[in-house]
């Protein structure tokens, strides 16, 4: 090799580095060394690269990491990261570090974009092109997920906004007294208001589209306003002409009629109270049953057809908007149906008038 390197006219110096068939020769073994197939001359050293995992031992005469990498044979996408930077000196037993870039598509606000990356994480991967994630904002598959090529990143744009949904508080209705109304008038006086109970939701987009919702508060937004009924409290006394002359009455109602007499009202005739009626009075004609809310108990009432009757009797069965018409035992006539019922002056004091009898007839 020394005769070879003498004919060629190639000096080499001591501190020269000479390889033979990659086998490093020491200066003083040119003499006897045979010719190889490649000699190598030059300032060298020796590094370690890990590429992607696998490791290659390199003797370079290059100056940079970077030099080292092209003299190894290996070639870098833009993406690929490289410990330490391409641009970095070479030192002895240098371990360099390749970590290569995988394809990866990434759709973010309805665009597609095709990348490389090193990182393993969406997240990274997304800093690295420049693309942040803002308040709810969140990534398919998740930062979690270790990245393998090809695979594809989603970026979901969170939004969230506030619908409003409002239900009817029911009103109540109140009634009133009013003179301004006579004693069995009703009216209106206040119209009812329904009131509004409001509910917000939160609702929650992804990429523009509604995909849920919660509730998110509720609350009064107006109060119901209650519906005022009138009830008429002025009495009003007319005349009504009867066989037995003008009446003066001060209200009619119509009611439920009926006639019974003491065999029929349900007690034995050897009962102590036979024929005795709730004011104490025998039972017969004159003598009417009553419900003592509706009509005043013990007032006059005039029935057409009946005459005037005293309502002197409570019947057990007798409530609401009806009068039963006591008979003697051999005067005795059937009634049914509903007939006016006339009530009689005096006008009892006002804490003895039921201002609200039923409108319903039994």
């Known amino acids: 090799l020394g005769a070879f390197l003498t004919e060629i006219n190639r ?24 010719l190889p197939e490649v000699v190598e001359i030059g300032e060298f050293l020796t590094v370690t690269i890990h590429n992607n995992g696998a490791q290659q031992v390199v003797r370079t005469a290059g100056a940079t990491v970077g030099a080292a990498l092209v003299e190894a044979g290996i070639t870098l996408f833009m993406a690929d990261n490289v410990i330490p930077a391409p641009g970095t000196w ?37 800093g690295e092109a420049g693309i942040g994630l803002i308040g709810l904002d969140y990534t398919r598959p998740g930062p979690e997920v270790v990245l393998q090529a090809n695979d594809v990143i989603q970026v979901v744009r969170v939004t969230e906004s506030f619908r409003l949904a409002d239900t009817d508080i029911p009103f109540e209705t109140l009634w009133q007294p009013t003179d301004q109304m006579e004693l069995d008038q009703r009216g209106l006086l206040q119209p009812g208001v329904p009131g509004v109970q409001r509910q917000r939701y939160r609702v929650r987009f992804e990429n523009g589209v509604a995909v849920g919702e919660v509730p998110d508060g509720e609350w009064v937004a107006r109060e119901p306003i209650p519906a005022i009924m009138g009830y008429g409290t002025r009495v009003v006394i007319r005349v009504v002409d009867t066989p037995q002359g003008p009446l003066e009455y001060w209200r009619v109602v119509r009611m439920r009629v009926t006639a019974y007499t003491a065999a029929s009202s349900g007690k034995p005739v050897g009962h102590p109270t036979y024929g005795i009626t709730r004011s104490g009075l025998p039972a017969g004609y004159g003598i009417v049953a009553v419900d003592p809310r509706v009509v005043p108990f013990m007032s006059n009432v005039y029935v057409p057809g009946y005459g005037v009757g005293l309502a002197g009797d409570t019947g057990g069965g007798v409530k609401g908007r009806w009068i039963d018409l006591g008979y003697d035992e051999d005067n005795y006539q059937s009634w049914s149906g509903y007939i006016d019922v006339y009530y009689l002056t005096p006008v009892p004091p006002p804490e003895n008038i039921n201002y609200l009898i039923p409108t319903q007839l039994p």
């Open 90 to 126: 070479l030192t002895p037993d240098m371990q360099i570090y390749v970590q290569r870039s995988m394809p990866l598509t990434i759709e973010v606000d309805g665009r597609i974009i095709q990348t490389r990356s090193y990182h393993t994480s969406a997240t990274e991967v997304l």
């Open 11 to 34: 000096f080499v110096g001591r501190t020269d580095q000479l390889y033979a068939d990659e086998r490093l020769v020491p200066f003083n073994a040119l003499a006897t060394t045979a």
